[in-house]
């Protein structure tokens, strides 16, 4: 769900919106639901929370913060562009660092090209 207007993007493998950059990636056998935003723009930061419906509810709020955004809109198809083939992530912050179970955290990840996605 994304907070700020409430919306429910996905429930089990279905997509709720009409916004195409959204989906869900559940691998079989597997207890992960990842939800991928692809071609993330500014504006797509925010609240976004994960939901399960048992008894009591179990929910997790992550904050997305999209800080930088490349507009090619203006670019003529014959400008070529050029990026480093070999792409880089860095998380920010301490090389290590302790926290009690069950405790909200907040990783910040630097990449050096401009990428389509970005699946953590």
Same mark, same amino acid.
């Given at each position: #769900?994304? &907070?700020?207007?409430?919306?429910?993007?996905?429930? /089990?493998?279905?997509?709720?919106?009409?916004? @195409?950059? =959204?989906?869900? *990636?559940?691998? +079989? !056998?597997? $207890?992960?639901?990842?939800?991928?935003?692809?071609?993330? @723009?500014?504006?797509?930061?925010? *609240?976004?929370?994960? @939901?399960?419906?048992?008894?009591? %509810?179990? !929910?997790?709020?992550?904050?997305?913060?999209?800080?930088?955004?490349?507009?090619?809109?203006?670019? %003529? !198809? +014959?400008? &070529? #562009? =050029?990026? $480093? +083939? &070999?792409?880089?992530? %860095?998380?920010?912050? +301490?090389?290590?660092?302790?926290? %009690?179970?069950?405790?909200?955290?907040?990783?910040?990840?630097?990449? /050096?090209?401009?990428?389509?996605?970005?699946?953590?």
């Amino acid at each position: #769900m994304r &907070k700020r207007d409430l919306h429910i993007l996905t429930t /089990n493998i279905y997509t709720y919106t009409g916004d @195409q950059r =959204f989906s869900v *990636i559940h691998p +079989s !056998n597997s $207890d992960d639901w990842d939800l991928k935003i692809d071609y993330a @723009q500014a504006r797509d930061s925010g *609240i976004y929370e994960c @939901q399960v419906n048992t008894e009591p %509810k179990i !929910n997790l709020a992550i904050i997305l913060e999209i800080t930088a955004e490349i507009d090619l809109r203006g670019r %003529k !198809n +014959s400008e &070529k #562009m =050029f990026y $480093d +083939s &070999k792409a880089r992530a %860095k998380i920010l912050g +301490s090389t290590e660092i302790h926290v %009690k179970r069950d405790s909200t955290i907040a990783l910040a990840c630097s990449v /050096n090209i401009h990428a389509s996605s970005v699946l953590w």
